[in-house]
Every structure is written in C-alpha cells, then in structure tokens.
C-alpha cells in the first residue's frame, strides 16, 4: 500500500511542476490532469507503439494546441505576453527540435538494420570462402 501511495504522491508533484496543479488537488483532478497529459503525449509516444495509420482525434488536437500555447506563454513570461506573435515565434523555435526527437527512432531501426545486413552480409563471405578453401 505504501508503494501506491507513493507512486499517487509522484504523480501529484509531477502534476504539479508539469502544470501548476495544486499539490493537494483531489484524486479526481490529479487523475483529469494525468489524462490530458497522456492524451497530448500520445502523439510523440505512437512511434513506439505497433505502426497503425490513425488521425488525431478532435480532442488530442485541441489538447495539443492548448498545452503548447501554456508552454510558450510559460517560456515566454510575462512581458511576452504583450508582444504580438510570440507565442508563434517560440512555437517555431521548438518545432525542429521536436521532428528531430519524433525521428529519432526510426532513424535508429534504419541503422541497427543497416548493421544487421552488413554483418550477415560479411559472414555470408566468410563463410564462401571457407568453402572454397
């Protein structure tokens, strides 16, 4: 039980430094919160699931658009906030990052395949000229 309580009381201080949400909100918003997270992280943790093709949900669109406009006013800080397009400006900024984070795996299944067909590859030859030796 106490393992449980512990992982509840993560999760709230995660909550808390991710969003803002008071530390001792109910369970029921500590877990609303948690939803939202996890629905507008969905889409940079679906490389790592079983590729199937699926748009975004309404919900997980909105969702995105909401946080990321929380983080780049967050990033911004208040004198920002007066300023025409910021927002916009630091959303660009955070875009090639994160197409270079989304690729990252793939880029890494290329290259252990790559290693892969190279080294069957060199023990194919190997393996011929042991016979034809």
Do not use: K
């Amino acid at each position: 039980m106490r393992a449980t309580y512990l992982a509840y009381c993560l999760l709230r201080e995660l909550n808390h430094r991710l969003t803002g949400v008071s530390r001792q909100a109910s369970p029921v918003t500590t877990f609303f919160v948690t939803g939202v997270l996890l629905s507008a992280a969905s889409p940079v943790l679906r490389p790592f699931r079983r590729m199937r093709p699926q748009r975004p949900s309404l919900l997980a669109a909105g969702t995105l658009v909401a946080v990321g406009r929380h983080l780049t006013s967050v990033v911004g800080g208040e004198p920002l906030r007066d300023t025409p397009h910021a927002n916009s400006l630091i959303a660009l900024g955070f875009v090639a990052p994160a197409l270079e984070l989304i690729a990252l795996p793939v880029e890494l299944g290329r290259a252990a395949g790559a290693g892969a067909a190279r080294a069957w590859r060199r023990m194919l030859a190997i393996a011929a000229r042991e016979r034809t030796a």
